[in-house]
Nanobody
Framework: QVQLVESGGGLVQPGGSLRLSCAAS????????MGWYRQAPGKQRELVAA???????TYADSVKGRFTISRDNAKNTVHLQMNGLKPEDTAVYYC??????????????WGQGTQVTVSS
């Protein structure tokens, strides 16, 4: 089992910045992808950004150019630098990690979520 612990959420004014961090611990075998999802009230959870163990990244169109995802494989941590925040970025942000075992079976893990509120 892998545990994910997020930090860094909070309240920020429009145009401001926040940095989210997520640390993985536990029985880690082979974390392939780490990333961030978010869920706003009344909406489905959506991918924000993800990064592979080889540092290949993907971003939602709505955050391209504003958010940057990074990863430290040695420390099993992932960060999301969020700049130019907008009110529509308000949501609970969830850290995600996917492990792949020797039979190519995927195991998905989720953090408890951290609230990001963008408001004046």
């Amino acid at each position: 089992q892998v545990q994910l612990v997020e930090s860094g959420g909070g309240l920020v004014q429009p145009g401001g910045s926040l940095r989210l961090s997520c640390a993985a611990s536990g029985s880690i075998f082979n974390i392939n992808v780490m990333g961030w999802y978010r869920q706003a009230p009344g909406k489905q959870r959506e991918l924000v950004a993800a990064i592979s163990s080889g540092d290949s990244t993907t971003y939602a169109d709505s955050v391209k150019g504003r958010f940057t995802i990074s990863r430290d494989n040695a420390k099993n941590t992932v960060h999301l630098q969020m700049n130019g925040l907008k009110p529509e970025d308000t949501a609970v942000y969830y850290c995600h990690a996917r492990e792949v075992d020797t039979t190519y079976t995927n195991y998905d893990y989720w953090g408890q979520g951290t609230q990001v509120t963008v408001s004046s």
